[in-house]
């Protein structure tokens, strides 16, 4: 659906929307799109393709930079890469593309999420046109340019990479972009003290539609992983439950996702009669998971910022188990978190081993996350955007 020639309140902008890659900051940008057309006039702009019966118009752009993107955790072509790096620090054709459409319907608020080949030109082109740049950091892209902080086999780099010298390299030019940003919304606490910088801290929040009144012990127990099948995502997932199974306790694993850890996962299963893997899943599948499960894991080796998947756990009044790093460790507030040592396969099988034979430890657990599911509501989290924007506006 085109923008016409009708003048919008907001443009959201994210690289990718969640048709096309159904990562945490698609869904959130796509989320928050669907949250503000209810009060305000609002454009998603993306370089995906547009997505049909959309209940906002949709403006496609940078297209054309698809060709040159390519997953992590393949085989990339050197020479692509080197051309996709360079267009995420600055992407001259959408820059003339961007300010056409913003001198055409002339936005008060440009909200962009992960840019990647949309490049800071976006900023620039806002600015010239009048509008207010609101910048939500999902990651560590400032410091990173694999966002991660990790190397190719999922460990903290620790900076010690040979690619970390051109990180390092860029950092004074991305912050250098950043002055044409009026505002800058972090998801935690820990991301805004590790990038060094200042603006509002808006959680993310819960897309899934399910509702779970109560939640009851199953036999036998079912730990449920949704996320990318990839070394500093899973983690040591596998390792840890084919320990944990050894004990008396038997126990369900069902994985969800893609990536290049696939074949692991895919062979695992094999192995494994209590490894169930059901690839990607979409919106009504993903909710089936969680309302299937006994508990969530987060596994990760990176440092976590605010995921999703925890905000849908919590909606679903379910408890959690995950690394001690980053963001998560801010999340246990709410009381549903279980944290254990990042990348340690025995401390994450003893946690499992531990909880899943603790019926009370579980209650206890799940009340918590339903006394705090507020926290996870889209309705708290429109709040507070709308909230962010308003502020926005108002500066001279």
């Excluded at 950043?178 to 603006?199: A, D, H």
């Excluded at 050894?246 to 369900?252: A, G, I, K, N, V």
Aim: aromatic content about 8%.
């Amino acid at each position: 659906m085109g923008t016409g020639d009708q003048r919008v309140d907001v443009a959201v902008v994210c690289y990718f929307n969640p048709a096309d890659t159904l990562g945490g900051s698609e869904r959130i940008a796509w989320a928050e799109a669907e949250l503000l057309s209810r009060l305000e006039r609002v454009v998603f702009i993306s370089a995906s393709p547009t997505v049909a019966r959309a209940a906002f118009p949709q403006l496609r752009m940078g297209a054309w930079t698809r060709r040159l993107y390519q997953p992590p955790g393949s085989w990339r072509n050197p020479f692509k890469l080197a051309a996709l790096h360079l267009l995420n620090l600055f992407n001259p054709v959408v820059f003339v593309e961007s300010l056409r459409a913003f001198r055409r319907f002339r936005p008060r608020v440009v909200h962009t999420h992960n840019l990647i080949a949309l490049s800071p030109a976006i900023w620039f082109a806002a600015r010239l046109t009048g509008a207010k740049v609101l910048h939500t950091h999902h990651d560590l892209w400032l410091q990173c340019e694999r966002a991660t902080m990790t190397d190719a086999e999922g460990r903290p780099c620790k900076e010690s990479q040979l690619t970390c010298y051109a990180c390092r390299a860029l950092r004074p030019a991305k912050k250098l972009m950043l002055r044409r940003v009026s505002g800058e919304i972090f998801p935690s606490n820990w991301l805004r003290g590790q990038l060094g910088r200042q603006g509002a801290i808006v959680p993310s929040f819960s897309t899934s539609g399910l509702h779970v009144e109560a939640r009851v012990s199953t036999s036998p127990p079912v730990v449920a992983y949704i996320g990318a099948l990839t070394p500093h995502k899973l983690g040591p997932l596998l390792d840890a439950f084919a320990k944990a199974s050894e004990s008396e306790l038997r126990m369900q694993l069902v994985i969800a996702g893609t990536g290049p850890l696939e074949e692991r996962v895919v062979a695992a299963a094999e192995s494994n009669s209590d490894i169930r893997y059901v690839g990607q899943v979409d919106g009504s599948f993903r909710e089936q998971v969680l309302q299937q499960a006994t508990a969530l894991v987060i596994p990760s080796t990176c440092a976590e910022n605010s995921p999703l998947v925890f905000f849908e756990a919590l909606a679903a009044g379910l408890p959690v188990i995950a690394s001690d790093i980053g963001g998560m460790t801010e999340l246990a507030k709410w009381g549903n978190l279980v944290l254990v040592a990042p990348g340690d396969s025995d401390a994450l099988a003893g946690a499992f081993a531990a909880l899943l034979a603790d019926d009370d430890r579980l209650a206890e657990l799940r009340a918590s996350a339903f006394r705090h599911r507020a926290e996870a509501s889209p309705e708290r989290f429109a709040r507070e955007m709308e909230g962010v924007i308003a502020a926005l506006v108002e500066q001279h």
